[in-house]
């Protein structure tokens, strides 16, 4: 599947450039959403350093906003949380 704009929303604005967003897909999953242009269309609004809390279709995750340049935005590597490490 692909992004949807729908699905992504701004949780929290600081003042300082730096946002929280959360993006839910039942589509798509974490490995899918990790690829470098999932999140393009929203690269005008999308800053180096910004979070986004990810509910995929296999689970929940949190990214990190590593680049974002000429229109191509990149995240580090989903951290996911849908494991119990105990």
Do not use: P, Q
Request: aromatic letters at 12%; a negative charge; proline letters at 0%.
């Amino acid at each position: 599947m692909a992004y949807t704009d729908a699905n992504f929303t701004l949780v929290n604005y600081s003042g300082n450039g730096f946002h929280i967003w959360h993006y839910v897909s039942t589509a798509d999953n974490l490995n899918t959403i990790d690829t470098a242009g999932y999140f393009n269309n929203k690269s005008s609004e999308i800053n180096v350093g910004d979070v986004i809390f990810v509910n995929a279709s296999n689970g929940f995750g949190i990214a990190t906003v590593v680049s974002n340049s000429g229109g191509t935005v990149d995240t580090g590597d989903i951290v996911s949380m849908t494991t119990d490490s105990r």
